[in-house]
């Protein structure tokens, strides 16, 4: 994706208008999805089958693997750090998410899930800061404004 077509899409994440979010949320997943062409999201959606079926130790090899030979796809440390999340291992999973943005720093669903790991451990402060930064991509993202509602309810 160009830098210009990048641009606008950013900015409809911004946008009152409803269905601009929607179509640039979308395009963004498809474009960090396809990063590496039908091969790398097939991948991933073999991974995701894994997951799905619970074989979780063949979905972490695979996607060890393909963060190992693609190490700037950034969606296959993503859905790793994902993996790590649903098998409560947060210090990997927030491992994994900083790679992410430190590779995509728009990435708005490992900001995301950055801010869900440390909330999972109550670092709730952290989980604040990461929520705002998914934020700042998305200013309309729901979700991300009532946890950190109810981040900084946790705090004393």
């Known amino acids: 994706m160009d830098d210009s077509t990048l641009e606008v899409l950013l900015q409809s994440l911004k946008q009152e208008d409803e269905y601009q979010r929607e179509l640039a949320t979308a395009a963004l997943w498809q474009s960090w999805f396809y990063q590496k062409g039908d091969v790398g999201h097939q991948r991933l959606q073999q991974a995701q089958a894994l997951i799905d079926e619970g074989s979780l130790d063949m979905a972490e090899d695979l996607l060890t693997t393909l963060v190992t030979e693609l190490s700037d796809f950034a969606e296959a440390w993503n859905r790793r750090a994902v993996l790590y999340f649903l098998q409560h291992r947060y210090q990997e999973a927030m491992a994994d998410c900083q ?11 490992a900001l995301h ?27 309309y993202a729901l979700v991300n404004q009532r946890l950190i509602l109810e981040c900084t309810a946790q705090l004393e």
């Open 99 to 109: 790679q992410v943005v430190a590779l995509v720093p728009y990435h708005f669903g």
């Open 113 to 139: 899930g950055l801010g869900l790991c440390h909330a999972a451990i109550g670092q709730h402060r952290q989980a604040i800061e990461a929520f705002r930064r998914a934020l700042a991509v998305q200013p």
